[in-house]
């Protein structure tokens, strides 16, 4: 009766849903409000030309062609206002050959060189730098694009852009472009070339869609070609303008590179080894374009020695943590898998696969991706990954493969499906559990004035003994104007839903969030940017008949952004929590001192403030305090970060947590503090150490890492990494590996 009652709740709930989402779509082709006045964007229109002579990249715009190509210019801000011209215009050229489309940007400035960034490091953040920024959609579905940015010390940072933009761009994704930047007295120059082979398009489409963004952060100016509403991100691909082809381009007949890398790892276990094991490995990466649009990835033996370590966290909850992924050759055009389902329902999450309990790794002998668009409408993902047996843990050989399918609908949304698989015997110690498989549909509302977006799916998990209740389905809906934004969402994980490939930390029970944020904007914005308040939601229910109330809080906040970028923040609200087993909320993992079974609740207030980000020393604050479970607790943050430009920075972050707990329940102090030191000597030479220390897990861990990119794509890798025990300071396990990738086009 369960299953059924749940099945049927999901059934209306989101037929629902649908309907509304649809209704809702319907309602956002309205046009925008009235004081927004959003121009037509197919009237902005980039016209780009073949150029008859070879342009140099050296950032000078010297060569005549230039001065044939047509421009663009008339920036207007996007933030702190969305109605104004820019104050730093901008003049952008296109032109193309038969290999590169080439942009000529001439910012002017007239801060003489006064320029804001953190470093010399690539792939730098949209607030960690000045810089200007192409954002191209190739097949113009206003769904996924492209972001190359620049910043006036000659940076380079790109990345992909999934859902629409709506959440920025995915910096993880890297390939093979060129640019330079030229300084000059009011301005400063960047020429940027990127390569056909780079991206992935269809031969003879005469448009492509286009948008071009600057970031002044010394103006206090985020600035962009296309006009639209200042709550939309600045990477939407629903505000961009045309790029008008004279002629349209068409693809070369063979795109293919090679990325081979050879390693050496030196490691040494304190605790069990007598000497240190010296091993070395070797293997290939390769990438295809089997058409414009569609790229075949293939892995053989690869290494992900040179990973940065994960940034701790501590874990006061009864659930587990997440950790994004950071191997390349998951997270590289990843985001079709990724995207299915909510953060904490995924389907598949690519680090269930070759690491065990999120840290040993497991080899993989072998992983291919086909993955990119058929045409406007579909785009498919296929990817299937072997891994090797772990003897030391019982562990036989796995396979794991995924399929994903999408079809564009209403203009930017999509509805998709996927499959996951994993194949093999003894997975984690269980015998007879030699598969787990994950279907699941999803539907993406996009509108395309990106005022609604949303989201609905379900979910059905497959395993050798089939049980009632594996599934799960959820409903997101937001509605975003400037000024106002409002969200709803609900959840419902059944008791044995277990996608062995993803990540759903809680299982057993339905979860509604309703969020509401009112934001200000002064009409005189020489001290403050914006201002607003906000409230949110979040109760876990059971999924018995009675509903019981397993988690609730609820927060309100109000928060300041100052013209100088500064800003505070502070927040009250209350917390209930039904303990269904017994929990040591102290955090040191003590069962025979855990709270029992019961109801508690408790109240929290605390406030958040961070100094000017463009000043050499930056510095930010944050506390927390109130009842927690039967007793108190506090928690205080602090970081401050100093700025020796252009090399660099080194950064002190310290977190303590103060636990009161009435006898005989325990009491604790966690520290968790970490000093990073980032030192960029060029544009090609990175090096940083990360040093963590941790009392809950009682770990001191350094993580140095020094990378010298010596041709395009094409690295050395030197890190070393050392574990000691926090109270005793005696050393637990080191290693140092060395690792070269060459990247080889064909």
């Not at 709740?9 to 629902?16: E, Q």
């Not at 852009?161 to 993880?172: C, H, K």
């Not at 539907?443 to 594996?470: A, C, E, R």
């Not at 970081?639 to 972050?653: D, E, K, M, Q, V």
Request: hydrophobic residues 40%; aromatic residues 16%; proline residues 5%.
């Amino acid at each position: 009766m369960l299953g059924c009652r749940c099945i049927l709740g999901f059934s209306s709930c989101s037929v629902i849903l649908f309907l509304i989402l649809v209704r809702l779509h319907t309602f956002a082709q309205l046009p925008e409000p009235k004081h927004i006045q959003a121009p037509e964007f197919d009237n902005y229109v980039l016209h780009i030309q073949r150029s008859p002579v070879p342009i140099t990249i050296d950032g000078k715009l010297s060569e005549e062609a230039w001065n044939h190509a047509s421009y663009v210019t008339n920036f207007v801000q996007h933030y702190p206002t969305d109605s104004l011209p820019a104050r730093s215009q901008v003049f952008v050229r296109a032109l193309y050959d038969d290999e590169y489309i080439y942009f000529g940007i001439t910012c002017i400035d007239s801060t003489a060189g006064k320029y804001y960034f953190q470093s010399l490091r690539r792939d730098f953040g949209a607030d960690e730098s000045d810089g200007v920024m192409v954002i191209l959609d190739p097949l113009s579905t206003g769904q996924n694009g492209f972001a190359f940015r620049v910043s006036p010390v000659g940076v380079q940072s790109e990345g992909f852009v999934a859902s629409g933009g709506n959440f920025g761009m995915d910096r993880s994704w890297d390939n093979v472009w060129f640019s330079e930047v030229h300084s000059a007295q009011h301005q400063w120059t960047a020429e940027i070339a990127i390569p056909f082979r780079s991206l992935r398009f269809e031969s003879g489409r005469k448009q492509w869609r286009v948008n071009i963004v600057r970031w002044d952060w010394v103006h206090n100016e985020l600035s962009t070609w296309t006009r639209f509403p200042i709550n939309v991100n600045a990477f939407s691909l629903a505000h961009t303008g045309i790029l008008e082809w004279d002629v349209p381009p068409s693809t070369s007949s063979l795109n293919m590179s090679i990325i081979p890398y050879a390693a050496s790892i030196l490691q040494h276990n304190l605790q069990s080894d007598t000497v240190p094991r010296l091993g070395w490995g070797a293997g290939f990466d390769a990438k295809w374009a089997v058409t414009p649009s569609l790229n075949l990835d293939v892995t053989v033996f690869p290494d992900f020695s040179n990973v940065n370590a994960d940034r701790q966290i501590t874990n006061l909850q009864r659930f587990s943590l997440f950790f994004p992924e950071q191997r390349q050759f998951f997270i590289e055009n990843s985001d079709l898998f990724s995207q299915f389902g909510f953060s904490q329902i995924r389907p598949f999450f690519s680090r269930r696969i070759g690491l065990t309990d999120g840290s040993r790794a497991i080899t993989i002998p072998f992983g291919a991706r086909l993955s990119g668009n058929l045409d406007d409408n579909w785009r498919i993902g296929i990817m299937t990954v072997q891994t090797a047996a772990h003897p030391e843990i019982s562990l036989s050989t796995q396979n794991y493969s995924v399929a994903a399918v999408q079809r564009r609908l209403f203009g930017r949304s999509n509805i998709g499906a996927i499959i996951v698989n994993r194949q093999g015997e003894n997975y984690n110690g269980q015998l007879g559990n030699n598969y787990n498989r994950t279907v699941g549909i999803d539907f993406n509302l996009l509108s395309n004035d990106g005022v609604w977006t949303g989201k609905i799916f379900y979910h059905h998990t497959f395993t050798p003994t089939l049980h009632p209740d594996q599934f799960a389905t959820a409903g997101w809906l937001r509605y975003s104007v400037p000024g106002l934004e409002l969200n709803w969402n609900h959840e419902y994980i059944g008791t044995n839903y277990n996608p062995e490939v993803g990540f759903v930390p809680r299982t057993g029970v339905w979860r509604f969030q309703p969020i509401v944020q009112q934001t200000f904007y002064p009409d005189n914005r020489s001290i403050v940017n914006e201002h607003g308040w906000g409230a949110d939601g979040d109760i876990y229910l059971d999924n018995s008949r009675y509903f019981t109330v397993l988690d609730r809080s609820n927060f309100l906040w109000y928060y300041v952004s100052f013209a100088n970028t500064v800003y505070a923040s502070a927040f009250v609200g209350s917390v209930y929590t039904r303990l269904t087993f017994p929990f040591d909320a102290s955090g040191k993992g003590d069962n025979d001192r855990a709270l029992p079974i019961g109801e508690y609740l408790y109240n929290r207030f605390g406030f958040e403030v961070s100094s000017d980000r463009r000043a050499l020393v930056v510095a930010s604050g944050a506390f927390r305090t109130g009842s927690y479970f039967n007793g108190m607790s506090t928690r205080l943050n602090g970081s401050i970060t100093y700025r020796f430009l252009p090399f660099g920075s080194i950064a002190l972050n310290l977190q303590r947590d103060y636990i009161m707990l009435p006898q005989p329940y325990n009491s604790n102090q966690l520290t968790l503090a970490s000093l990073q030191l980032d030192f960029t000597p060029t544009r090609e030479v990175f090096f940083t150490a990360f040093l963590q220390y941790n009392t809950q897990i009682n770990n001191t861990n350094l993580n140095a890492r020094m990378q010298w990119r010596f041709a395009p794509m094409s690295d050395i890798f030197l890190v070393y990494t050392d574990n000691y025990d926090a109270t005793s300071w005696a050393a637990r396990n080191r290693g140092i590996a060395l690792k070269i990738t060459y990247w080889l086009t064909i």
